[in-house]
Each structure stands twice: as C-alpha cells, then as structure tokens.
T-cell receptor, first 111, second 115 residues
Framework: DQQVKQNSPSLSVQEGRISILNCDYT??????FLWYKKYPAEGPTFLIS?????DKNEDGRFTVFLNKSAKHLSLHIVPSQPGDSAVYFC??????????FGKGTRLSVIA | GAGVSQSPSNKVTEKGKDVELRCDPI?????LYWYRQSLGQGLEFLIY????????KSGLPSDRFSAERTGGSVSTLTIQRTQQEDSAVYLC?????????????FGDGTRLSIL
C-alpha cells in the first residue's frame, strides 16, 4: 500500500528547459510535503517543502506546487542544469507521524 | 564535520552474523531517525529517537532489529542473525527537535551486503 507514489522512474530534460517531477499521495491526512535530492553514494539532501495551507512555494530555481483536491504535488526546476541530475524523492507526513517517501524519480539533464 | 556521519560506509558480512551500524547526528539535534532503502525502493522508516528515548519503533521489521541512543547523541542500529533480505542502504537522519514538520538532514548511509 504505497501512500506516496512517484509514477515516473526516470525523466530526461535538456539543459535550460523546465523539469517537472510529479508525486501523488493517497492519505488525505498528510499536511506537510517535502522534496529531497539524492546523488549516488550520498544521503538525500533536503530541497524544498510545502505545508497544506499553501499551494505554492518557491526557492530560486525550484518551485513546489500542491493540489490538495487532486492529492498531487509537483516540483518544477527552471532552468534545468546538468548538476540537477540526481534522484528526487517526494515525502509526506501529518502531525508527528514519520515521513513517508516515494520510490524516487531519476532526473537526467542533458547538456 | 558539520553533517550527519555514519559508519561504516560499507559492510559485507555472512548470513547469521550480527552487525552494528553507527550514526553521529548533527550537534544539537535532538531528534534522530533510521531508514533503510532496499534496491529500487523508497526510504522505509525504521525508528525515531527524541533524546535517548524511542517514541516510535513502528518501522522495525522484526525483533532481530534494535537501536539505542546514548547521551542524546550517537545512535547504533543492531541487526542480529542477519538475513539476505537485510541487504540495503541504512540511512540515518537528524533534525533540530522532534517535530516531524522539519527538514531531516541525512548521512551518506551504510551499504550493508549479506552474503
């Protein structure tokens, strides 16, 4: 029973274009959502988060959008850079429950 | 260093042996978490510490798994009588306090291989 789903295992984007990574969730109690980025042989690095009271949060080239009615969130990276190539994990939780992670999407940014 | 430190970075051991994995959280972080990532899977929550106590052990997969934390700092995850399905990357994270709505900062993990 996967509560957080990242249905695209991989994504390729040209340098300079927009990368859009998607995440769906099933638990309507989730009220906090995060994106992590992971390079090979390293731990995940926190990227950006959003709480359920907002529908958008922006930090530089990274923007997260939340659509609560669709139980969907997305991460936009613009412009994409080769250094953005990594595995991106979506995570969610509610209150003091543990974070639930998706299986990740491997982003490749092609120069 | 300033980040979460885990050791060893790699561990290969025979089925049936016990292993101990260590995590040194960021200084001043009171909350500590253990996860594991099996091949092709997301991160699976194992256990959470607030200070030295573990209010949530719900993710430990069996009684072969245990963890402790001493002095509110270093934590060890012990797996007894290892099985091949225990092979995974074990990740530790810490955050400033026990509120889950906070970014968790991860170490680079221990890659455990059970032969």
């Amino acid at each position: 029973d996967q509560q957080v789903k990242q249905n695209s295992p991989s994504l390729s984007v040209q340098e300079g274009r927009i990368s859009i990574l998607n995440c769906d969730y099933t638990n309507s109690m989730f009220d906090y959502f995060l994106w992590y980025k992971k390079y090979p042989a390293e731990g995940p690095t926190f990227l950006i988060s959003i709480s359920s009271i907002k529908d958008k949060n922006e930090d530089g080239r990274f923007t997260v959008f939340l659509n609560k009615s669709a139980k969907h969130l997305s991460l936009h990276i613009v412009p994409s850079q080769p250094g953005d190539s990594a595995v991106y994990f979506c995570a969610a939780n509610s209150g003091n429950t543990p974070l639930v992670f998706g299986k990740g999407t491997r982003l490749s940014v092609i120069a | 260093g300033a980040g979460v430190s885990q050791s060893p970075s790699n561990k290969v051991t025979e089925k049936g042996k016990d292993v101990e994995l260590r995590c040194d959280p960021i200084s001043g972080h009171t909350a500590l978490y253990w996860y594991r990532q099996s091949l092709g899977q997301g991160l699976e929550f194992l256990i959470y510490f607030q200070g030295n106590s573990a209010p949530d052990k719900s993710g430990l997969p069996s009684d072969r798994f245990s963890a402790e934390r001493t002095g509110g700092s270093v934590s060890t995850l012990t797996i007894q009588r290892t099985q091949q399905e225990d092979s995974a990357v074990y990740l530790c994270a810490s955050s400033l306090d026990g509120h889950f709505n906070q970014p968790q900062h991860f170490g680079d993990g221990t890659r455990l291989s059970i032969l």
